[in-house]
């Protein structure tokens, strides 16, 4: 950070431009700065809902110019790695502010998320590809087809939606795109690949009952292979005659942590699994944004996925630095937020940044536990899960910044005078706040007109013409419209044409 002259240089120089109009009046007026160029304070609110584990809106013809991979014609889409899928809000999100960050200099920056307690994975998932064909099904071919996906890991109840493929009574019909799709979501071998699972299919009227079984000492996440069984069934009672039985080799593709909200056959609102058996879990997500203060209230079973509060800042907790980053004059936190957008980072300063979720948990709990442990703990990523708490945020941001961090700031910043104020809200949900009873349009307005405080609200993949709160946040925060970027690169040229402004004074 460079440092500029200071509140007291600011002082000086009005000081002495009075003395030029009271005792030099005979010599033509020159224009005295009242401030030397200062860094602006910049606050950024980013959520971490699990409505962020959607896909913002992508037509066919973004994807054909390269802007986007996964159609999503109205917004707000299923995608299939979820939250770890760079095709999500919040993969797209932390990507973005990432690279504007990563590209701009001279701010005094800040950061927080909304509130989690007790945040826990319980377990994660594995997508995997079949690298043989399946058992021929008379009249359709092999299933599972060569190169074809599914879902292994942590099983859950098949009820847990429609039914497609839990039983006799609903099959996966192999003709429905749909009812197939959430057959092959549905997880296969268990959280330790143990577990045989059964499940039937349906095709030309007849119905299949199809088992994996795992190979004795398969592990999560590594090629693994499974015994294909495959009866045809006669009566609900009845799948006893064998039809063919094979041995599958599968590659692991890629991880996740599941956060289904719905059972859903239409786009945009596209489901296979409601939120019953999402692999992450918080408490409190309508409360608040996550402070410093709520350390205890963290921790699940004894074990905190939130950021360990650093209290030895003798200026007191509003300069603690924990799950809020504080803005400070002393250090513009830049860093700190790109390691919080990719974990890695925390590792190897020098690495590709890695936005996703899953791969910084351990694969298999240990001992007793019923949740996940960090592959490391200095690497911890942020997870999409829970509520929009927009009006709780914005006013637990309005309460730390106008208390003891203003008065502490005020008194000790040597720039203080000269410095002006921002905060960035990103959000991803077209009402923008899912919880009742604060006005996060109340607080940018008393913000802006008691404190001075700038409000820009950035929409990402917002479809809704008309987002009321949204533009009353703006308008009100002094910054007349929200944006709303449709895709990853207009949202990362937003935040920079937004930062760029910012330290040219708009």
């Not at 701010?107 to 079949?130: E, I, P, T």
């Not at 996925?305 to 030895?312: I, Q, V």
């Not at 200026?315 to 799950?323: C, E, I, K, Q, W």
């Not at 990719?342 to 694969?363: E, G, K, V, W």
Request: hydrophobic share 35%; aromatic share 10%.
């Amino acid at each position: 950070m460079t440092r500029s002259a200071g509140k007291g240089r600011g002082l000086q120089l009005a000081f002495i431009a009075g003395l030029g109009i009271a005792g030099l009046a005979a010599r033509p007026a020159v224009a005295q700065p009242i401030c030397p160029e200062t860094e602006p304070y910049v606050f950024i609110l980013l959520p971490e809902s699990g409505s962020m584990s959607w896909a913002p809106p992508c037509s066919p013809g973004e994807i054909a110019a390269g802007l986007c991979t996964w159609r999503c014609d109205t917004g707000d889409c299923w995608v299939p790695l979820q939250g770890d899928d760079p095709s999500s809000k919040l993969y797209q999100a932390k990507q973005a502010l990432h690279a504007s960050l990563s590209g701009t200099s001279g701010l005094q920056l800040g950061f927080a998320s909304f509130n989690q307690d007790a945040l826990a994975v319980r377990a994660k998932h594995w997508l995997y590809q079949a690298a043989g064909a399946g058992v021929y099904i008379p009249g359709w071919g092999a299933f599972p087809a060569s190169g074809s996906q599914e879902v292994f890991g942590a099983l859950w109840n098949c009820s847990s939606g429609s039914g497609e493929g839990c039983s006799y009574a609903n099959p996966a019909d192999l003709n429905d795109a749909w009812e197939i799709a959430r057959m092959r979501q549905l997880p296969k071998l268990g959280k330790a690949f143990t577990e045989t699972v059964n499940f039937y299919i349906r095709t030309g009227g007849t119905i299949y009952q199809v088992r994996y079984a795992p190979a004795a000492g398969a592990t999560p996440g590594a090629a693994t292979t499974v015994t294909e069984t495959v009866w045809r069934c006669n009566t609900s009672l009845s799948c006893s005659s064998l039809i063919g039985q094979t041995s599958i080799p599968f590659d692991p593709a890629a991880e996740l942590l599941t956060t289904n909200e719905r059972v859903s056959r239409t786009n945009p609102g596209l489901g296979y699994f409601g939120y019953d058996v999402a692999d992450t879990a918080a408490l409190n997500t309508c409360s608040s944004w996550d402070s410093n203060t709520d350390t205890a209230a963290d921790a699940y079973h004894g074990y905190d996925l939130r950021w360990p509060t650093d209290a030895s800042d003798v200026r007191g907790a509003a300069y603690s630095l924990g799950d809020v980053i504080p803005q400070d004059w002393l250090a513009d936190h830049r860093d700190a937020i790109l390691k919080r957008l990719a974990p890695n980072l925390s590792l190897d300063p020098a690495a590709a940044p890695d936005f996703r979720t899953s791969p910084y948990f351990q694969d298999s709990r240990q001992g007793t536990d019923d949740f996940l442990r960090l592959k490391a703990e200095a690497a911890r990523p942020l997870l999409a899960t829970g509520q929009a708490p927009l009006g709780g945020a914005l006013q637990a941001f309005r309460s730390w910044r106008t208390g003891t961090w203003d008065d502490t700031a005020m008194m000790e910043d040597f720039d203080w005078g000269c410095r002006r104020h921002y905060l960035v809200v990103i959000t991803g949900s077209d009402g923008g706040d899912d919880c009742s009873g604060t006005n996060a349009c109340a607080s940018t307005s008393a913000l802006y007109s008691m404190y001075g405080v700038k409000t820009y609200v950035v929409g990402f993949g917002v479809t809704n013409p008309s987002p009321t709160l949204l533009s009353c946040m703006a308008s009100s925060g002094g910054t007349t419209a929200p944006y709303r970027p449709r895709t990853r690169q207009e949202l990362t040229d937003t935040l920079t044409s937004i930062f760029n402004a910012i330290k040219a004074g708009s």
